[in-house]
């Protein structure tokens, strides 16, 4: 049905409410009687941040539509009827509530749109009461176009156009939408008013718009004042600071940011905060602003803290604890505990140790004075400068009073917290310039711990706090005083190991060779390197014995285990090999008593022996080397090289060549038996190097022991300016992760007897005309030398043993004489039984000669050689001019 024309009175109440029309026609309004605004003439928002915002549209200036607006949630239907209820203009929003057309309503009553009579009557009531009053309000229910009942929400208002007619303007709502909106506001209202957490509501430019009384009770500040100010301009600048740049961060990138904890600004309510920001945008995506939450979590970031600084703590004792456990130097462990706690538990640390403790001596059993040696030993700090090196001067004596802090902890064991100019003061002693190096430092706390072992205070552990940084508390000390009783027991523990090596190495360096022989023949480097600090002193040893004949034993050994009594065994082991050496008796044989002798030799009657030996005997007049060990590391031999230039003249340079190990029987070591000792012997070209030395020098703990002795062998095998140089190349290169062991290295450059030295030989046979032959050579050699006031003896002496052999032996007797610094006679044959010396009676004839031999000769042995044996001694020469060999 076609809506009639409205009267011309309701066209001209339709235009009374509108703004003024842009022509003079004036039309009346419909929703397609508006054009679009073209969109060069639009007003874009200027992007955050450097811009500020497009200033908000004018009423009645046409702004291009976007959704997301609160109109789009909430649709207000607007419709305009006379007095009477009939519809004079009906909108497009309410077209879109009811579903009922403009063209079917304008001319009808509204009650039409009513369910039933009694909402007829309410109606005719309402518009009646807005007739009288000017307005109206409240909920009706409207039939909906396609027959259902739609609640609403409607407000009447009384309009008069410019004619002074009335018409009533009817504003209707959804009513379901209207109370879910309202719902909204109230939760909105009852979180943001009634909420424990700070909320703050700000806009582009990061100003408050809202805050609750939360976040303004938190600031220190009345809600009201917070409006339209910035963070900057409401909190103290070093607090705002940390916020606003939050704050900025979150409204560039839109990256909420959660739970941050912030100190709280020093004007409000002290303690902790987490605070959370998040971007505000509407419907459409516009950045309206940022949203924040602010909690206070004083209490639980006061919780997580002490459990963090507990662990914090815990975990410096055991890093502590594993840095210093295997570690036996008072020094060391005193400079691990000052750099232990700084910076984590102080800004500057002194380590200061009673002398004895650092020099590994007894405890003093006497209280502590003024007179106490102290010295500090460990320091560490945050930074460096004059001031630092004035009060941590590392190694400095310390001197102090006995009424200060330091006299007084050191008296009594109790630790003291230091805080004040008086207290602080009161350190050591009046003038002290480690006290004004602390002022201008800005130290302001303090705590000074004793070091404890056994009972006894040992040293200090001092500590100090500067600038800005909180000053010590009970906690503080009770952690340092756990700290410092650790590094006390570890400290002791360096004191008595320091004590014991100290005694262990005295041990070892008297039972050591004091002075070493250079034998005729051969030159002699050695070295001994007792084990790191980490190590007991161990048993090395090594000897360089002579022989008669211008003969020389070299014996290098190591005995299993460390300390005092591997020291103590050594000893005897030594003097064992150096008197039978002196028997002159074989190498192998040699071994074979010292085996025989372990349980003797051992450390105690529960410990068996248990060594390694390498023993080697040179003589220089052949140039031949006998060698045999018992489980030892086997001797190196450096062959020179041909264009040597007397290479055996002591003192010069070493030319180098070819190295190679000494193939050897390996023997068992000493203690072990059940296994024979073999010895082999060489040839040794003149000038060749033979090198012994312990397990230390080329064992390490993930090479094998070829690689040790090739290294040895490389180092060897170049040219040093002399022996000494060679042992220093040596010991340069040891095998960095070598176990920690003692080093005994003995080289010996083997050449021959001294030039000029007068020998003379024979060789008789085994029959009685011998005896008066070998008197007539000897007589007439001692003639040439010029030495016959020696004749006599020396006659005497040789018929002796050359009867012996001629007696005894069915093979060529030998004879020979050296003249050195004594007259060497030597009378071999090829029996292997040495001579027993007897006594004789008054009525026998013979049994003699060795008496003879043992009263009138310097000293007088026999050794085995080949397959026979050696009778030798000795006739003191007297002075005389070195004659010509005679042979």
């Known amino acids: 049905m076609p809506s009639p024309a409205p ?202 718009t809202a805050v609750n009384h939360t976040l303004a009770e938190m600031n220190g500040v009345a809600a009201e004042e917070h409006v339209g100010r910035t963070t900057g301009e409401t909190l103290p600048e070093r607090a705002a600071d940390e916020i606003t740049t939050i704050q900025r961060q979150v409204l560039a990138t839109g990256e909420p940011v959660v739970d941050v904890t912030l100190a709280a600004p020093i004007t409000a309510r002290t303690g902790f905060r987490s605070i959370s920001y998040s971007r505000m945008t509407d419907r459409s995506g516009k950045v309206l602003g940022i949203s924040g939450t602010v909690m206070d979590v004083t209490e639980r970031y006061r919780a997580v803290s002490k459990v963090e600084h507990a662990r914090r703590r815990l975990s410096l004792l055991n890093e502590f604890g594993s840095r210093v456990g295997d570690l036996l130097d008072a020094s060391r462990i005193a400079q691990e505990l000052a750099g232990a706690v700084v910076p984590r538990h102080a800004d500057y640390s002194a380590v200061i140790l009673l002398q004895a403790v650092a020099h590994g001596d007894d405890l003093p059993r006497h209280g502590h004075d003024r007179r106490t040696s102290l010295l500090q030993l ?129 041990l070892q360096r008297t039972l050591l060779p004091q002075q070493v022989p250079q034998p005729t023949g051969i030159e002699v480097a050695y070295r001994y390197v007792p084990g790191s600090s980490g190590t007991e002193v161990g048993g090395d040893w090594f000897d360089v014995i002579p022989l008669p004949g211008d003969r020389t034993a070299l014996v290098v050994g190591d005995v299993m285990g460390h300390g005092l009594r591997a020291a103590a065994t050594m000893g005897r082991l030594r003097t064992a090999v150096r008197t039978l050496a002196g028997l002159d008796l074989p190498p192998e044989v040699l071994l074979r008593h010292v085996n025989e002798l372990a349980d003797d030799l051992a450390q105690g009657p529960d410990e068996a022996l248990l060594a390694t030996c390498v023993y080697a005997v040179f003589d220089p007049a052949t140039g031949r080397l006998t060698v045999t060990k018992a489980g030892h590391i086997p001797p190196v031999l450096i062959v020179p090289k041909d264009t040597a230039e007397d290479p055996a003249r002591i003192g010069s340079p070493l030319p180098g060549g070819a190295g190679q190990v000494v193939d050897l029987p390996s023997g068992a070591p000493l203690g072990v038996g059940g296994v024979p000792f073999e010895s082999i012997e060489l040839e040794i070209p003149e000038g060749s190097l033979l090198a012994l030395c312990t397990d230390g020098l080329v064992e390490s703990r993930d090479k094998d022991l070829d690689v040790g002795l090739d290294r040895l062998i490389g180092v060897l095998e170049q040219p040093y300016p002399s022996i000494q140089q060679a042992c220093e190349a040596v010991l340069a290169t040891m095998e960095q992760g070598r176990e920690p062991d003692d080093v005994a290295l003995l080289l010996a450059r083997l050449g021959r007897g001294r030039t000029g030295t007068p020998t003379a030989g024979w060789t008789l046979p085994a029959e009685p005309t011998a005896v008066s032959r070998a008197r007539r050579l000897v007589r007439g050699t001692l003639t040439e030398w010029s030495i016959e006031e020696l004749t006599d003896t020396t006659e005497l002496l040789v018929s002796e043993l050359v009867t012996n052999s001629v007696r005894y032996a069915s093979a060529p007797i030998g004879v020979r004489l050296t003249l050195g610094d004594t007259l060497l006679v030597e009378i071999s044959d090829p029996l292997p039984d040495p001579p027993r010396e007897r006594h004789a009676a008054e009525a026998d004839e013979g049994g003699r000669g060795l008496e003879l031999v043992r009263r009138l000769a310097l000293r007088w042995g026999t050794r085995t050689e080949g397959m026979g044996k050696v009778v030798w001694f000795e006739l003191a020469a007297g002075e005389s001019e070195s004659p010509g060999s005679a042979v």
């Open 7 to 208: 009267p011309r009175s309701a066209q001209q109440a339709s235009r009374s409410p509108s703004p003024a029309p842009s022509s003079p026609a004036g039309p009346t309004r419909h929703r397609d009687a508006i054009p679009s605004a073209p969109a060069s003439r639009g007003r874009p928002t200027a992007p955050f941040p450097g811009k500020a915002a497009p200033p908000a549209a004018r009423f009645g200036q046409h702004t291009q539509h976007t959704q997301g607006s609160l109109f789009d949630v909430v649709k207000v239907a607007i419709a305009i009827l006379d007095t009477s209820g009939r519809v004079v203009l009906w909108s497009p929003a309410a077209e879109d509530l009811l579903g009922w057309p403009s063209e079917l309503l304008v001319g009808r009553r509204i009650e039409e749109l009513v369910s039933d009579e009694e909402m007829v009557a309410r109606t005719r009531v309402a518009l009646q009461d807005t007739v009288r009053s000017g307005s109206w309000h409240g909920l009706a229910e409207l039939r909906h176009r396609e027959g259902r009942l739609i609640a609403v929400e409607a407000r009447i208002s009384l309009l008069v156009d410019g004619d002074g007619t009335p018409f009533l303007q009817v504003a209707l709502a959804d009513a379901g939408t209207l109370q879910a909106v309202e719902r909204d506001l109230a939760v909105r209202d009852a979180l943001f008013e009634q909420s424990p957490l700070g909320i703050a509501i700000l806009d582009t430019d990061l100003r408050y």
């Open 378 to 506: 460990g320091t560490a700090s945050v930074q460096d400068g004059p001031e630092v090196e004035v009060m941590l001067r590392r190694g400095a004596r310390i001197t102090f009073a006995e009424d200060s802090a330091f006299g007084r902890v050191l008296r009594s064991g109790v630790p003291e917290l230091l805080s004040g100019p008086d207290e602080l003061s009161d350190l050591s002693y009046p003038g002290d310039p480690k006290l004004q190096a602390a002022h201008d430092l800005g130290v302001h706390s303090r705590l000074v711990v004793p070091l404890r072992a056994r009972g006894i205070v040992i040293g200090l552990l001092v500590v100090s706090r500067a600038g800005y940084r909180e000053g010590f508390d009970r906690d503080d000390l009770a952690f340092t005083v756990e700290l410092a009783d650790r590094a006390g027991s570890s400290l002791d523990n360096a004191r008595l190991y320091a004590r014991e090596r100290t005694a262990a190495l005295t």
